[in-house]
């Protein structure tokens, strides 16, 4: 595989018709699964060139998920690092507020797109895997919407850590299957919904919740989810009259990030910050799931990206105290970004998110699911570093309502 | 990348044991059993056991699975049988020495190793395919490595005379089989149903239609997996195609002798083996 060693003049064109960002990303499936993607595919490029398409979409993230979601200055984040910043330090903060979307985070951008898609594959039934639940939850909400069945493959370990969404989905008429293979969390939950679509290919569709997966998965869900960024951009300039500073999102396969940072990468005064999960820390073996700090490229899930990987190429465990977050790997796009230096990639450990999100819920009234706690984390560590000019948007992806329990616990809260 | 999926191939990589068994059982006038194990499963010694034992028992070619942690095409019984081998020790490294030591005895029966591509690469895919033809590996299946992705690994397969062996499936329309097929070698893998391994029986009567069809383009041996259980069911597969692969009903047979803790006891070999004897048993009188 080829490393890319110029810089391209632009860094929106990728995919290349083989579904590769660089040497990363493609389509590693078995054979069996080979015809479906490539179907996918084109259905997905004929959908695009359709103006109806394009319009029932938007018209679904205008009533009914409530976009555009608000551009918010956070204020007394603002001045609470201000007031630990030198003098003329602190950046002014933004969080693009993808947490009131109907369900509750980004991830209901893409599930609509997608269900759009099946409809006109003439796919009868849904099948979609989790982590937090968010992605099953907006998968079993538009699966309701659209009178389609839904089967969302959960690992066991976090259907037992995300109860709340695990009866939301039932409560919406899907059902939930635990996966208890591998550590059952997410990668497992992603292995066991492609066996099962393996073996249900002429009815099923399958909906991935992040930018990973065979092409055209990662430039799908990227290109659904830069609605995003690109409002981000148009509510950036009404507000402040010109583009952002420091854009900060969090990485668990990477679709938020994607959809926040796509539509400015050739912006090349944006930065760019993708946080990682920390978790323990990422100098520990496998207490973390920090795949491009602490991984190297491999396959897995049918693309070439950064895994969590041991020195025989066997898949390790990522370890987060978010469910969202804690995936062996990373859509390929960032991989790329990554090798090229475009997008800088830190990370938050656990106890650093648990405090952003006790700090965002008490300064700002925004409950942040752990996830985002994770990218405000880090705008904690930077912001205080940056000229009071400089201006942050970081995604808030998600609401904390399906975590209070796992802070609760770990706040040594009974109820 | 497509490039390779239509550059014309050799049959068979030159000198290969694989095309040798294949041309000697047609001389026979009979199909090929091959039967799988798992490398390191339930442990080295036992499965070195099997491997070894496989010929005497009525083995034609021999797969050998490399333990991954996400075998994305299989069921339950591989995924466990991969996951004891993992707790064994295994390694792709490991795997290929089972390979040098089954040689040392047997410079004959034709050896294919089954697995996912991410150990290779990490093995370094050059590296790799020049250590698995210098141990006696003749063939390789790479489950997740299509056509379409195959330029990491086929050249240097090509170049050290492995035979890269692909998977035909039920959904492999007539557009894609040509791509599929001119990029095989070795033999054809015709996977008998929609699914993951061990899963469902295959339907004679699909299977039927479905050989003649890749037949019709290609003249390199086609064998049947995923889904061939039983010895009738091995017999059929081999009597429509040029061979039976047989996984997970060897699999099960070898689990249900083991202990509380996955591990071997004195009859574990031995159960897979006789249930090898059967089904070749019924290959043989196929014809
Ligand atoms: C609120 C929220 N944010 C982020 C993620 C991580 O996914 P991604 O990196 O694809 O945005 C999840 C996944 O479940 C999530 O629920």
Redesign the interface.
């Known amino acids: 595989m080829n490393k890319p060693l110029t810089r391209p003049n632009t860094y929106r064109s990728g995919p290349d018709a083989a579904g590769k960002f660089g040497g990363f990303g493609g389509r590693y499936v078995a054979e069996t699964l080979m015809p479906l993607i490539l179907e996918v595919e084109q259905a997905y490029n004929a959908a695009k060139a359709d103006p109806t398409f394009d319009a029932e979409w938007r018209r679904l993230l205008t009533h009914y998920v409530g976009r555009p979601s608000p551009l918010w200055y956070a204020e007394r984040v603002t001045e609470h690092l201000r007031a630990e910043a030198a003098p003329g330090m602190g950046a002014k903060v933004y969080f693009k507020r993808d947490e009131l979307n109907h369900t509750g985070a980004h991830k209901i951008n893409a599930v609509l797109g997608q269900i759009l898609l099946a409809k006109r594959m003439g796919k009868k039934r849904i099948i979609a895997e989790t982590g937090a639940g968010q992605h099953g939850v907006a998968t079993a909400t538009a699966c309701a919407l659209f009178n389609l069945p839904c089967t969302v493959f959960m690992g066991a370990t976090d259907v037992a850590r995300q109860q709340p969404n695990v009866f939301r989905m039932k409560l919406l008429g899907a059902e939930v299957v635990a996966v208890e293979s591998g550590a059952a969390t997410l990668k497992d939950a992603m292995n066991e919904a492609l066996r099962h679509w393996v073996a249900n290919v002429e009815d099923t569709y399958y909906c991935i919740g992040t930018v990973a997966g065979p092409h055209p998965y990662p430039v799908m869900v990227r290109d659904f989810q830069s609605v995003i960024g690109s409002e981000t951009r148009a509510q950036m300039i009404e507000a402040e009259g010109r583009l952002p500073d420091v854009l900060v999102a969090a990485i668990g396969g990477g679709s938020n990030a994607m959809g926040l940072f796509h539509p400015f990468l050739d912006d090349a005064d944006v930065r760019m910050l993708g946080v990682e999960a920390g978790g323990h820390g990422v100098d520990t073996v496998t207490g973390h799931a920090a795949s491009l700090t602490g991984g190297r490229p491999g396959v897995l899930h049918g693309n070439r990206t950064y895994l969590l990987q041991d020195e025989h190429g066997q898949i390790l465990e990522g370890h987060s105290i978010s469910a969202g977050l804690d995936y062996p790997g990373v859509g390929p796009e960032h991989a790329w970004l990554h090798e090229l230096g475009r997008v800088e990639y830190v990370n938050a450990t656990d106890d650093e998110a648990l405090a952003a999100f006790q700090l965002c819920s008490r300064l700002e009234g925004i409950i942040p699911a752990l996830e985002p706690a994770h990218a405000l984390a880090h705008v904690i560590k930077v912001a205080p570093t940056l000229p009071e000019s400089t201006l942050i948007v970081m995604n808030m992806c998600g609401r904390g309502d399906k975590d209070i329990f796992t802070v609760a616990r770990l706040l040594g809260e009974e109820f | 990348?497509?490039a390779t999926a239509t550059e014309s191939r050799p049959v068979a990589a030159t000198g290969s044991r694989i095309a040798a068994r294949f041309a000697a059982l047609r001389a026979e006038g009979r199909g090929a059993l091959i039967p799988f194990l798992e490398a390191y499963d339930p442990d080295r010694a036992t499965s070195m056991e099997i491997l070894r034992g496989m010929p005497g028992a009525g083995a034609d070619l021999i797969e050998i699975g490399v333990p991954?942690?996400?075998?994305?095409?299989?069921?339950?019984i591989i995924?466990l049988a991969g996951q004891r081998g993992?707790k064994a020790g295994a390694?792709?490294?490991g795997t290929l020495e089972m390979v040098r030591e089954f040689r040392a005895g047997d410079s004959e029966t034709p050896v294919i190793l089954m697995g996912?591509?991410?150990?290779?690469?990490?093995?370094g895919a050059e590296r790799f395919v020049a250590d698995a033809a210098a141990v006696g590996v003749d063939g390789l299946i790479v489950?997740?490595?299509?056509p379409?992705?195959a330029e990491?690994l086929a050249p240097h397969a090509q170049a050290a005379g492995l035979d890269i062996i692909?998977?035909?499936?039920?959904?492999?329309?007539a557009a894609?089989l040509p791509v599929?097929l001119n990029a095989s070698s070795g033999f054809v893998y015709y996977?008998a149903i929609?699914?993951?391994t061990g899963?469902?029986s295959a339907d004679p009567e699909a299977l039927e239609a479905a050989i003649p069809r890749i037949r019709a383009h290609t003249d390199l041996p086609i064998c049947i997996g995923f889904g061939v259980r039983t010895p009738e069911q091995a017999g059929h597969a081999a009597r429509v195609s040029d061979g039976a692969v047989v996984a997970s009903a060897l699999i099960e047979t070898m689990s249900r002798t083991l202990d509380g803790e996955g591990r071997a006891t004195p009859g574990t070999a031995q159960a897979m083996l006789d249930q090898v004897r059967a089904l070749a048993a019924a290959v043989r009188g196929a014809r």
């Open positions: 990348m497509s991954f942690t996400d075998p994305m095409a299989d069921g339950p995924q993992l390694t792709l490294g996912y591509l991410n150990p290779v690469l990490s093995y489950v997740d490595m299509p379409e992705e990491v692909r998977l035909v499936a039920p959904t492999t329309d894609r599929v996977v929609t699914g993951i899963t469902r």
